[in-house]
């Protein structure tokens, strides 16, 4: 391990972020134990593994391809020029989105993010105002219905993907069945799969074929993100499978980048085993990171949710994770933080291109409050637990480069949790139980 790592042990800062610990009793002793451990397990040679294709996911017996698609560029065929100069043509044309999980998370946060080219009125044209892609996600018909029905849609001017890796999912099999009856016209659809003879029997314009590798939660790097790279444009997207290229390379040569990530999954570990925190907040104070927390939701409670390892000495897995925009949060969950009685920790996100801006302020003052509380300025009544250890990040901006950083960083604690933990965090069967139960009760109900 690089020396310069324990200068200052609960901090790292590179070009692209910085990070504080404020979790006093997260000791370098105890960090040293971790990495021993870290080095039984082979960690390196683990990491090595992922970034070279190699098989890790083993229950499905696959490599997991994500970290090669970002780095390869390979996010979409080039025939999807096609669909791409169709949209694009005429300013009236509208996004659906159908699919569920990651077939919807990363393309909601991309474009929440950087939907920067297509937001403005064209005044010079047709006077109409794109919105950001209309996502279908759920089971309940009330929501395809709203949503198609209710939002001024233009049957000829609405393009539909159909995004599902299995092309077997309930939820958006049944909202494709309402969209082509309301729609009329396949060819205003295109299906992004890893099952693309399951989908050939829809006549599509267009089927896209997504690598069987690539988990759902990781398919933001890939075609999956197609409908927010029409969005965002290409050279930005571009920009953000460069920004989860360049954490790949930090994690392989940049020893302080290696011990930064260490620190934030062996302190999740021992939070979670130790200290029995077992849920975490994560708050983005910066709105076009609200949906923050729903992606890192998935990617980890998916990931590390699942049963301990006999062998391992860590028996409690994946923490509980939730959150979402911090200046609301104050106004809502942010009391029971301060003064419950709950086991928590936070990781807590700000940008700091506007260290002026009250958003900003809430970020460093909530970090410093919820792990130290206050002696001052509060009536005893008003008094904080001050007990809860926080994780701050702090982006030096928010660009598409910096996301794709911030989400390979994120990839990788979690994947350092897993070989820490002795799971894999590449399948996803607990996910299965509810499918296969659901299908059982509509068989014996005639639905």
Known sequence: MNKKLFVDFKTFENDILSYEAYMNDFSEKLFQEFDLTAKKLNLSKQIDDLLNGEKVNLSE??????????????????????????????????????GIGGSFEGTKLLTECFNINLNKRDVDSTNETPRDPIFITGSDPEE?????????????????????????????????????????????FAAITANPKAAEQYNFLKIIELEPEIGGRYSIWSCASYPANIKMGDSAFESFLEGGARADKDLVKDQDYLGFLKRLSFSDIWLNNVKSKKTRAVLSYSWRLRSFADYVQQLEMESLGKQPNKNSEFKATGQIIFGGYGPTAQHSYFQLLHQGTQNICADILAVQEDPSSL???QAITQAKLLSSGADDLLQESEKINGDVPVNLFLLKKLDPFTLGYLIATWEHRTFITSVMLQINPFDQFGVRSGKIYTKKYLRENGA
């Open 61 to 98: 017996d696959q490599s997991a391809i994500h970290s090669q698609v970002r780095n390869l560029k390979k996010h979409y065929p080039k025939s999807m020029d096609l669909i791409d100069s169709r949209i694009n043509s005429d300013l009236g044309w509208e996004i659906v989105v159908l």
């Open 144 to 188: 395809i219905r709203f949503k198609l029905n209710n939002f001024d849609l233009i049957k000829e001017k609405t393009f539909f993907f159909v995004v599902s890796k299995s092309f077997t999912t309930d939820e958006t099999l049944e909202s494709l069945k309402y969209a082509l009856e309301w729609s009329g016209d396949p060819k205003n």
């Open 359 to 361: 958003a900003y302020a």
